[in-house]
């Protein structure tokens, strides 16, 4: 599995858009990029996942250069309640190798009113 | 649908003693991953069940066990308890073993003192 890099943390306000960056060099031809949100004491949440170029959902959108060695998790106008920790997993989750993520450290999102 | 639940919430154990933590799957859905979070760090996979039987495992002793029942609900068992054990204790359900989409519970927070 492919190991990712993505800062610690990160401040914003209410309204805001925030880009979150994950970087993974070493990605592999069949690996996923997928996305989950942590908020406290409680377990991760699937948010997005994608392969390349844009994928969007009522949550969030991914964008993926065509290199794909990195990917942007940006969020929308957050508000308070976004204020968790975002991890960035990279892999090729088919066959049988599906619940077996790798979580980094991930990023933890900090919005001020 | 009901969604990955979890008992109990906490835990307090004694170095050296047993614990057998319990998961309901979410309806539908017959994998089930554990996984171990310590303060600060992400998620470290322990072990998945697919069907009943172990698919997979991770960097864990053999004191670290799991069942998975005909109704894909789930048990993690850990022998011979240490300092180290103390953390959040994570079970995930899939609907299959190829899908990294996990829903997971809030957690059993075990302190070993």
């Known amino acids: 599995l492919a190991k990712t890099t993505q800062p610690i943390s990160m401040d914003s306000y209410e309204g805001q858009e925030v880009n979150i960056t994950c970087s993974h060099n070493n990605i592999a031809t069949n690996d996923y990029i997928t996305w989950y949100q942590q908020f406290p004491s409680q377990g991760p949440r699937f948010i997005i996942q994608?392969?390349?170029t844009k994928v969007t959902n009522e949550v969030a959108s991914l964008f993926i250069p065509a290199d794909r060695k990195s990917s942007t998790l940006s969020l929308p106008r957050v508000s308070l309640s976004d204020t968790a920790v975002y991890y960035c997993?990279?892999?090729?989750?088919?066959?049988?190798?599906?619940?077996?993520?790798?979580f980094g450290q991930g990023t933890e999102l900090s919005v001020k009113p | 649908e009901t969604g990955v639940t979890q008992s109990p919430t906490h835990l307090i154990k004694t170095r050296g003693q047993q614990v057998t933590l319990r998961c309901s799957s979410q309806s539908g859905h017959n994998t089930v991953s554990w996984y171990q979070q310590a303060l600060g760090q992400g998620p470290q996979f322990i072990f998945q069940y697919y069907r009943e039987e172990e698919n997979g495992r991770g960097n864990f002793p053999p004191r670290f066990s799991g069942l998975q029942f005909p109704n894909y609900s789930s048990e993690l068992n850990v022998n011979a308890l240490e300092l180290d054990d103390s953390a959040l204790y994570l079970c995930a359900s899939s609907s299959d073993r190829g899908n990294e989409k996990l829903f997971f519970g809030s957690g059993t927070q075990l302190s070993v003192l």
């Open positions: 994608g392969y390349k």
């Open positions: 997993l990279v892999g090729d989750f088919g066959g049988n190798q599906g619940g077996k993520l790798i």
